[in-house]
């Protein structure tokens, strides 16, 4: 057991290391630098503030999700105000279509709501699913670009 625990911790000190955060329009991204691709592991937004009970800001939550293109609702648990989406967003770059998932969780609050966005993918070109967007390669500024456009929009729909 204390070989499970010491072997966990040292994972946990491996993966702190190599992990960097990097501002990116309002949002902090979190980038693997063990990797030389570095993939971005996570796009962490604001805390927002909005008037409503948790109650109410999770119905208004599933409502604004619901009407999000490319956004496919995943498990919703009101109590604890957690709301899971799978979110594709579509972009044009390096003189192509490009798309681009993420896994979308949104804590909603008395009186606030944050989102963020982990595992972000790009689909391949030629149909063969998806890889993790690096930081260093590709077209990861206007990916990220079309997510903030993208997220942007649900976060209006919180404040209506």
């Known amino acids: 057991m204390k070989v499970r625990i010491l072997m966990l911790a040292a994972a946990l000190v491996a993966v702190s290391v190599s992990a960097e955060e990097v501002p990116f329009k309002g949002r902090t991204l979190e980038v693997d630098t063990g990797q030389e691709a570095r993939p971005i592991l996570k796009v ?15 119905a208004k ?30 972009f044009r770059a390096s003189f192509a279509n490009q798309a681009l998932r993420t896994q ?11 989102i963020t966005q982990s595992a972000p993918e790009l689909a391949q070109t030629d149909g063969s699913g998806f890889v993790p967007l690096g930081q260093s390669s590709g077209p990861w500024e206007k990916a990220l670009d079309a997510l903030v456009k993208h997220e942007d929009a649900l976060i209006d729909c919180m404040y209506r």
């Not at 962490?44 to 999770?58: C, K, M, N, T």
């Not at 496919?72 to 579509?90: N, P």
């Not at 979308?104 to 944050?114: I, K, N, Q, S, T």
């Open 61 to 90: 939550a599933r409502a604004c999700l619901a009407a999000q293109e490319g956004v496919s609702m995943g498990a919703v648990d009101a109590e604890q105000g957690q709301l899971a989406a799978t979110m594709l967003t579509g």
């Open 104 to 114: 979308l969780a949104m804590e909603v609050g008395d009186g606030y709501f944050h």
């Open 44 to 58: 962490d937004g604001s805390r927002y503030v909005v008037p409503g009970s948790r109650e109410q800001l999770v």
